[in-house]
């Protein structure tokens, strides 16, 4: 059975702005294998692929904020193999040690997760990692110096590897791809790294970046090409997008939405696309076409098709998603305080740790005109920091005329060296 595919323009089931679901057609999807060992050829191509990639990550590496200076050695810890605890766990889950991995990344929670494909070419989380600190707020990058850690969709390729940062390892995002660029975003050297510094950067602790480093490594080794990162500003759950329904950045999450549906209802990597300055997902030529379809992140977006194998699961998770928002919104569940400037989060497991991170912040109303700078303030998790208890009450009394917005905006984005104070200070009072 066949069936018709068209985009349904603006279209919305449950009440979710600028959702667009999709009709399936019949087209064949292949879903990739995991490497395997066998003959002369395939061992001789193997070193020489790995000698190629060793070659990449140790050459041509700029000098910049979140990078490390040239070096043509690997230092040990961008060769350390993975703990016999990792390799136990890869082996139990069926992941063979080299097979493609794909990060996902969440903002509000404050969590990075490893995802690696199993034997059936699916899939599967490995760990999730407490993310150490972010910088920015919840939303996209948009130009260089907004301390904004991007979302998105990126393509890792092995040049983007540094084994020789300033912050232990890095992986580049790739800010900005074609979709930023197509819509006038800038910045550069946007990194998940080490040392647990970040000036629109990810940072993890040394420890993670060892391990989340080898991973990528590891599935590039194995002839995967490169792999995804997906930066999210939260998990894309009803509930979530219910609570920020008033944020500007709203029809920008629901886009990703889509990609993100695609992936978590089928354990497949959605394949990326750009046209007409927004994401496409999974997108093939139409059946009847005797040419590839073509993309061009500025034009209109060109006639295609998606696998049922993918549209069926999605378009029921998105189904089910817009009712569960529409019933949210009904039932008036609370909407977020629109935070602009606490720069950033830590996960709540390292307060403990690095007790004396603190946050600048000020007030600004909407009109553009900034107050005095106010006391920084110990940073918690978003939602019981003490930013939020203070200013959220502060915003319940007159939610309409203020907002909070960053005070550094033009510090370089290079992770560990942003002037940031490391003395704690009374807390205001409430």
Known sequence: MAYSIHEISGASIG??????????????????????????????????????LTAVFAGALTPVWCL????????AKATMELSRELLSLLQQKKMPKYSPILVRVFKEESELEIWKQDTTGHFQIVKTYPICRWSGDLGPKLHEGDRQAPEGFYTIT????????????????????????????????????????????????????????SLARDSLLGG??????????????????????????????????????HFEATHLEPKLAVCDRRYVFDASAPPNSSQPVVFDPTSKCPAFVVSPKIARPALEKQRADEIEYARLVKEN???????????????????????????????VLTNGSQLPQMPSIPWADNNGSLAN????????????????????????????????????RPTPAD
């Open 15 to 52: 009440g979710i702005p600028g959702y667009q679901p999709y009709e399936a057609t019949e087209q064949g999807h292949k879903i990739g294998k995991s490497p395997t060992v066998g003959g002369l050829a395939l061992i001789r191509a193997t070193v020489v692929r790995a000698l190629l």
């Open 68 to 75: 490390g200076e040239d070096n043509n050695q690997l230092p």
């Open 158 to 213: 092995p040049e983007l590897m540094n084994p020789n940062s300033n912050y232990y390892l890095a992986i580049n995002t790739g800010f900005p791809n074609s979709f930023d660029k197509a819509n006038e975003r800038d910045g550069t050297f946007l990194m998940i790294h080490g040392d647990c510094w970040s000036s629109g950067c990810y940072a993890m602790t040394d420890e993670q970046m060892g391990e989340i480093y």
């Open 224 to 261: 995967q090409p490169s792999f995804q990162i997906q930066a999210y500003p939260f998990r894309l759950t009803p509930a979530n997008l219910a609570r920020h329904r008033t944020n500007p950045n709203l029809d920008f999450w629901m886009m990703l939405k889509i990609g993100n549906d």
């Open 333 to 363: 569940l609370s909407v977020a305080p629109i935070y602009s400037g606490l720069d950033g989060g830590m996960n709540e497991v390292f307060l403990a740790r690095f007790p004396g991170r603190i946050i600048p912040l000020a007030m």
């Open 389 to 424: 208890k203070f200013f959220g009450a502060l915003f319940q009394s007159n939610p309409s005329q203020t907002q909070v917005a960053f005070t550094d905006s033009a510090t370089p984005e290079h992770g560990a060296n942003s002037a940031i104070t490391a003395t704690t």
